[in-house]
């Protein structure tokens, strides 16, 4: 399929957080629609074992959908930061733990229909102790899940963001072969 080709582009926004855009375009068949993309930097999504087979999750409010998710540690990647950096960070600041083993899982795009987002996966383990402050970690909760119960959480929705879902379906097929 041939690409389609950016004729103008407008900024309508600029944020902390995403940036979004309206881009005129030209299709291979020569008709000119538009397209609407949130610029969003590369993330992480981090499926965190501990030494007893628990994976690691956060609960935390999420005000775009006015409740709070399980999720699996994740953030944002920041400008010259490696992900496995960005996994090591993320995990001291929102679970108080610093893995000595990371494992690259995968990656994906998460809205590629109008955003710029990458989440790169990743498996950490051999935890130890290490807290770093941050300034968005309030009132996250740390809860233990047996790793067994995972498919549970996800069937029920209890587990219903998509980069939980995609982290935690991948590490269960690539590392315990369900």
């Known amino acids: 399929m041939l690409p389609e080709k950016k004729l103008s582009c407008e900024q309508i926004y600029n944020g902390r957080s995403v ?4 881009d005129w375009v030209q299709k291979s068949s020569g008709k000119k629609t538009t397209r609407e993309v949130v610029q969003h930097r590369d993330c992480v999504a981090v499926v965190v074992l501990d030494d007893q087979d ?3 999750l956060v ?10 998710l399980l999720e699996v540690p994740a953030g944002g990647i920041d400008a010259g930061e490696e992900p496995v950096d960005c996994v090591r960070r993320e995990l001291q600041e929102e679970i108080g733990y610093l893995p000595r083993k990371i494992k690259k899982l995968g990656g994906f795009y998460s809205i590629p229909g109008y955003g710029t987002e990458y989440l790169h996966c990743y498996l950490a383990t051999d935890l130890v102790p290490s807290r770093l402050m941050a300034e968005d970690t309030e009132g996250i909760e740390l809860v233990r899940v047996p790793t067994n119960q995972i498919p549970q959480l996800i069937a ?17 097929f ?3 072969g369900k």
């Open 19 to 22: 940036n979004l855009h309206v």
């Open 54 to 56: 628990n994976v690691l």
């Open 59 to 68: 609960h935390q409010f999420r005000y775009p959908v006015g409740k709070s």
């Open 156 to 172: 029920s929705d209890e587990i219903c963001d998509a980069k939980s879902i995609a982290a935690l379906l991948t590490f269960l």
């Open 174 to 176: 690539i590392t315990k």
